[in-house]
């Protein structure tokens, strides 16, 4: 059971709901087209540095960076010093989305909710990754089961997917507490990708990844096992979906939280600063959790907020990605300048 702390969510911005699917998904287009074009200079690389296929020499070990399966034994015995392959990328590449649908991904206290947020992030993923011969598939976790769309290349598929996300019925939890019997969770989502990507290549999960922590911070989270699997063979992105009121709550008086997946509420006072600060506390140790279970699952991590500028974080992220890959390993202390 997610652990949904969060509001009611207030009434959002008339001129964003008041839109068509349609104008939605061209004022996206617009968005990710003049906010991101020129990114797609590395091509793949743009988005997620990483390893591909063909061998392309050896560079240093860098501690925290690299992953110890690239390590290269015969440079390393030969120079003593330790040293990872490096390869080039495959020619084509394949991108497999995990977007979470789920009743939390509804939530929004911002200009855009988590939802359009997640949708957004789609968008961008497919700009990034798009080029001749490389295709985007997707898998939709939704509360009634596993939408799968078949990886396929061009500007029309990804519009349709994206066209397809945005006009999907709106899902909430229901006031008696009651879950669908299908329901599925993300790490069996998680699973149902493994077994569909069997190519090497992207593999983007975009979700709050509530699902499956548990309240022992020092206990694994059960998506995590299942992401460990999908980063041995393929690069992953974990893209965390953020609203603020998820991290803290404001001083206005009583308020209504609302488990999302469920619908079960309980009305709180916002006015005593206790209760705001161990709220805060909380979720900023939830946070905390998430992120190192993210690491230890080997996934790069990029969080994008409701609140925040969501096409420059995901520029932020893409140059703080080129700048590793780029760099020079560090010099060892002692050795040879």
């Known amino acids: 059971m997610r652990r949904g702390r969060v509001p009611v ?91 979470d649908a789920s009743p939390s991904m509804e939530y929004g206290t911002a200009e855009l909710d988590k939802r359009e947020l997640a949708v957004a992030a789609v968008a961008a993923i497919g700009f990034l990754t798009a080029g001749a011969g490389n295709r985007l598939g997707a898998q939709v976790l939704t509360p009634y089961g596993l939408h799968r769309v078949p990886a396929r290349g061009g500007r029309s598929h990804l519009i ?45 999960v975009i979700s709050d990844f509530l699902d499956g922590l548990p309240d022992d911070p020092h206990s694994p989270a059960t998506w ?13 992105l974990a893209v965390e979906v953020v609203d603020p009121r998820e991290l803290e709550l404001p001083d206005v008086g009583l ?48 969080a994008l907020r409701t609140d925040r500028d969501w096409a420059a974080d995901i520029v932020r992220h893409v140059h703080t990605q080129r700048r590793l890959a780029l760099a020079p390993a560090a010099p060892r202390r002692g050795g040879a300048a």
């Open 9 to 99: 969510p207030v009434a959002a911005d008339p001129t964003l709901t008041d839109l068509t699917p349609n104008q939605r998904l061209r004022r996206l287009e617009l968005t990710v087209t003049r906010r991101l074009d020129g990114l797609l200079h590395g091509e793949r690389r743009g988005l997620l540095p990483g390893p591909g296929s063909e061998p392309a020499g050896s560079r240093e070990y860098r501690p925290g960076e690299d992953e110890v399966r690239r390590m290269d034994w015969s440079v390393t015995a030969r120079t003593t010093v330790p040293h990872v392959r490096e390869v080039d990328a495959d020619r084509e590449l394949t991108t497999w989305l995990l977007v």
């Open 160 to 204: 349709g997917l994206l066209r397809g996300l945005l006009a999907a019925p709106r899902q909430t939890g229901e006031p008696d507490g009651h879950r669908p019997a299908d329901e599925i969770d993300l790490s069996t989502a998680l699973a149902a990708v493994h077994r569909t990507a069997h190519r090497r290549g992207l593999v983007v």
């Open 224 to 236: 995590e096992r299942p992401l460990r699997r999908l980063s041995v063979r393929h690069q992953v």
């Open 255 to 302: 308020i209504t939280l609302a488990d999302p997946e469920t619908g079960r509420r309980r009305e709180v006072w916002t006015g005593d600063p206790g209760l705001r600060e161990r709220y805060a506390a909380a979720a900023a140790a939830q946070r905390d959790q998430l992120r190192q279970a993210l690491r230890r699952a080997g996934a790069t991590h990029l």
